[in-house]
Each structure stands twice: as structure tokens, then as C-alpha cells.
């Protein structure tokens, strides 16, 4: 009898989107109240991404685990740039913008796989890469309103967010109801 890890992308994905969901939330409702509750669910999400895509590596899965392991890691180093520095000139809004920015190079790059696979498989990539295009367009807008210092972007990235943790808890549920990540499940993308 097999054992199983099960499937740690279903709780990656869950933590991610409602991280999403909370900086939407902060940026487009009310920026001061939900400050605290987002950098809570930033690092809860990033712990739980990292714990997450290394059990879908476990379980076989390449690329979308290392795409989550990557995001936790963004997660975890942005709440540690926001939080962790006792010196104010060193979590300067510059600074998180420059960090935002600079992040959409590897978003970028990680992107592609799923672009090229999108026409071959549909089902499985298309969401993946709707998913990568909001996120870019968030860390983009986010960062830009950062390290510009033009407030009406952060808005713009706080909808973008929206539309990412929408999709993300779609890809999610569609995890959840298979009992395992599409990737693995239609053998595309796993390393099996």
C-alpha cells in the first residue's frame, strides 16, 4: 500500500490567496485598519507555501512546487524587509518598492512555462497563467506606487491582488478536488 504526503499545495494556495485577498483588502478599502492582519497572513502564508511546495516536491511535482517554495520565500523576505529591521531608514518605502519591483523578474521568468503549455493544456495552464499575469501586474503597481511615490498605483495593486487570490483559490479548489495537483495528476509537469 502507498503511502501519502497528501497534498501541501492545497494549504500553499489557500494561505496565498488570503494573503491576496488581505493586501487587496489594505489597498483598495482601508489602508490603516487591515495593515496588522496582512503582514499576519503574509508570513502565515509564506511559512505555509514553503511547507507546501516542498511536500508537492516530495510527491514528485517540479514546477508549480518550486513556483510556490518561491513565493513563500518572496512572502517571508517581504514581511522581513516591512518588520524585522529596528532601523527606519532601512524599511523605507523605496525600499519595499525596490524589492517589489525587482521581484517581478523571477515572477517573469516563472511565468513562461506555463505560457509555452497554455495551447497543449488549457485546463491546467491557463489559470496558472492568469495567476502569474495579475501577480506581475500587482507587484508592478505596488511597486511603482513605492518607490515613485504614486499613491493612485497602490490602489490599482490592491485590485490586482484581488484578481490574483481569486484565481489562485480556484486553482486551489480545483487541487482540493482532485487530490492532487494537475500537474502530477495529468503527468505534465511532475518529474515523474
Not at 500553499?12 to 485577498?21: D, E, R
Not at 511559512?47 to 513565493?71: R, S
Not at 523605496?94 to 519591483?101: D, H, P, Q, T, V
Request: hydrophobic share 55%.
Amino acid at each position: 500500500m502507498e503511502r501519502s504526503l497528501g497534498n501541501g499545495g492545497i494549504f500553499a494556495l489557500a494561505t496565498f490567496g488570503f494573503a491576496l485577498a488581505l493586501f487587496g483588502f489594505q489597498e483598495v478599502v482601508t489602508p490603516p485598519v487591515a495593515i496588522g492582519a496582512t503582514l499576519n497572513a503574509l508570513v502565515v502564508a509564506g511559512v505555509m507555501e514553503v511547507v507546501g511546495g516542498l511536500f508537492m516536491l516530495i510527491a514528485g511535482e517540479g514546477y508549480l512546487a518550486g513556483v510556490i517554495v518561491t513565493f513563500g520565500s518572496l512572502l517571508i523576505g517581504f514581511y522581513l524587509l516591512v518588520t524585522g529591521h529596528p532601523s527606519p531608514h532601512l524599511s523605507t518605502t523605496k525600499a519595499i518598492g525596490s524589492y517589489e519591483l525587482w521581484w517581478t523578474v523571477p515572477v517573469a521568468y516563472m511565468w513562461l512555462p506555463a505560457l509555452w503549455r497554455v495551447r497543449r493544456s488549457p485546463r491546467l495552464y491557463l489559470p496558472i497563467s492568469v495567476a502569474f499575469c495579475t501577480l506581475l501586474a500587482m507587484l508592478i503597481c505596488a511597486g511603482s506606487s513605492n518607490f515613485f511615490d504614486i499613491p493612485w498605483l497602490a490602489r490599482a495593486a490592491g485590485w490586482c491582488a484581488f484578481g490574483s487570490a481569486a484565481v489562485i483559490w480556484y486553482i486551489g479548489y480545483e487541487f482540493s478536488e482532485s487530490g492532487a495537483p494537475p500537474l502530477v495528476r495529468s503527468g505534465v509537469g511532475g518529474s515523474r
